[in-house]
Structures are given as structure tokens and as C-alpha cells.
DNA sequence: TGAATCCTAGAACGATCGTTCTGCATCTCT
DNA sequence: AGAGATGCAGAACGATCGTTCTAGGATTCA
């Protein structure tokens, strides 16, 4: 609970704090940084969320709500399927905003904090829990209307998605250039696409 | 260049030092985790390496020279094919020693110290580079064979599969359950496997 | 046995961190 | 205009870190 004076730049700064984050990852952010690089005072953030911990986790509440919400959005269609899966691992070419070099807060903080702080944990259990029950759905989905084998599991192909995109953020964050990124957004399409009935899976190929 | 008298006993200290990194990450392990859990004295450390980055750097190159090693170990065969690529993937499903649960420490690195110091994403940009030049060797050889598609781009594979290892490993530091892993390992096999010639490439879905 | 060498434990330094406190400027409202 | 709440910058505390230094115990070899 913030002070009133300051809520109307508020939002502006929390934006900015959670880019430092983003940036840097939670302990290589100091509140330094955060101050200095978003305009709030320790004090707003100390009186205002308790600690430095506190304060991340509200932010990754935060990320999730918007960025993470915008990248789920193809998959949240009520009748999304596999198609869907294709699209949300396509968009990731072709990012706006900082996540092209950033990757994603939420993977970053997987393999950064989760381990170190439950609360944390819980936090990116539920976005890895989120992100494969859509994926799980759509491939049901899927497998209702005979587009991919019904041999398929759900199951798996949920876990092998969630996995593309650990891997997929993991290399942004690594030294790999750009372009292999591409061609691995590729290769998950070409497994997507490999699950389709028999007649026809092998070729597609060379498909954009 | 330690001291004489200890250098029986150095290289299982070593083992051990590596073991401190591989598990806490290079910013949560201090000179004290490490004197303590190794038996290496801090003047050990700093007389006959310098200082903790270049103690990292030398463990670093011995990871890659007996862990990386054994792994890479199949497609290193000098006829190896995507068969062996297979097999490369399928071995992390039954791991050994510390790795089930620590992952790969190139991986953790890469995520956590790349960006930072220049010298170690050199170390790292070379281990990506060789994982990539194998898998890439590996798929030409297939292609030559006929066992994949003529169509199929080596350099796409290869940076799948590279993505892939980073994937997988980001899987395991994650809070995922094993299963997850094991559904993984099994897509990327499926990828794999996808890249046959069209008669057939289809279907072969519930194989181990 | 004695001297040179090596190993170890501990203290110490400067830096940085998360966190709290204090003093003062600024704003809001009657 | 004046009182009270709210804003900020800086100092300060205790903890930890990487790194260096020092003193003394242990080991080796003539």
C-alpha cells in the first residue's frame, strides 16, 4: 500500500523497477538499482511491500499479469488447439518491447531463485502449471477432432512443450546468436506438426 | 601450480570444489563454501589460481574434459549419425553421480555467469559451439545416408539440438517433476525421428 | 637435530548488500 | 498561513563477500 501522493507515477515505476529485475536478474538487483533506475524511494518499497523478496514476488505477479497473459492469450482461446501451440511458439520471432533480449522473467527466475526461495517456487510452479494445461487442453483438443494421432498423450506433448519453452528463453539468455533461435522455434513446430495423422506428416518440411 | 606436498590429494578436492559450484551456481558459492566442503585452503586457491573466477574458469575446463566429455561421448564416434544423436538425449534419462539433480553445469553457467564475465562465456560459447558442430556432423551424416530427408538443413538441427540440451537442463533445475524430463527426452526423440524419409516417419510415435 | 619449506587457522580490510533511522523539504488541507 | 502527513537523501548497522596478511604448527630433508 503505496503512499497516495505518488500513485499516479506509480505504476510508470513499478514498470521500470520490473525491468531492472528483468535485466539483472533478483540478485544481481540491488535496491539501488531499483531506486535509482525507477524513482522509487526505499522507502515506498520497504513501507510499501516489507522487503526485497516481497517486492519481487509482487512484481512477478505483476509480469505474469501482463506479459506473461499477453503471450498465453493464442493458447486461453476456448477452442484453441495444436494451431494455437504453433502461433505461441511463433510470436516469440518476432518480440516487441525488451523481452527479445531479456527472454522471459518467469524462466529466468526459474533457474535463479526458485530453488532458493519457496514462496518463489510456488510462483513459477503455477506459470509452469499454467503453461502446460493449456498446452494439455489444446492438444485434446486437438486429438478430438483427429488432428493430431489419437496415440498422442496430452501429457507429453504438455511436458515437451513446457520444456521448448525453458529451452527457448534459456537460449536467449545464453551466448547463441539470433538466428538459432529461429531455427529451434522451428524445430518445435516440426514436432508439433509431426504429431498430425499419418498421411502427409513426413513432408512438411520446408514450410516457413 | 599447487603446493607439492598435497597434490595426492588435490585432484579428489578439485572433485569436490566442482561438486560446490555445480550444485549452489558460481555467485552463491563463496571461498568459504568451498575451503570447507573441498579441504583446499584459501592460500591454495588464491597462490595457485589467482583468484575465484579463474579457479571457476580451471574447474570449468575439467568439467568439460571428464562430464562434458562422457556425454558428447557418442556423437564424438566418428561415424555417428542422428542415431547416435538419439542415444546422446536418451542418456540423460538415467543419469548417474551428481548430475540427476544438479544438471549440466555449462548449462547453469550459461544462464548465470555468461552475460557477466567475458572469459567464461568464451569457455561456454565453445561448448555450445562443439554440442553444435556434433550434432550438425552427425545430421550430414544421416543425410548422406539417406536416413533423413535431403531437404533436411543440418545447421536447423543442430541449433534444435542445442536448444534442446539447454531445455532439458533448464527442465532440470526447474521445480518440474522427473516425469516431465522423461516426456521431454521422448519429444526430442520424436523431433529426431520426424526427420526420416516420409515412408513411415509418420507412425512411429509409441516407441520407447 | 636443525633449518627450510609447506600447510592451516584466524584476523583484518575494503566493498557491497539489505534494512532501518534520522533530518529536512514538500505537499495537502483547514 | 500553519499543522500534519508524506516525500526524499544520506548516514548508519550488521552481515557477507573476495582477498590479503600474519603467526604458528606440521612436514620434509640435510
Known sequence: MPRIRERSRLEGRLDKALKVFWEKGYYDTSIEDL??????NRDVIYGGYGN??????MLLARYRDTYVARWFAPLEMPDATL???EAFFQQFLDLPDPADKLGCLMCLTSSEVSSHIRSVERIVSRFLGDLHSLIRA?????????EVRPTTDPDVVADYGVGAVLGLWAMVRSPMPRSAIAHYVK?????????RPARGAGEIDGGV
Chains 1, 2 share one sequence.
Open 35 to 40: 531506486s535509482a533506475r525507477s524513482g522509487l
Open 138 to 146: 489444446a492438444c485434446v483438443r486437438s486429438r478430438e477432432r483427429g
Open 83 to 85: 494451431v494455437q501451440a
Open 187 to 195: 524445430g518445435v513446430r516440426t514436432y508439433l506438426r509431426g504429431l
Open 52 to 57: 526485497k523478496r516481497k517486492f519481487f514476488e
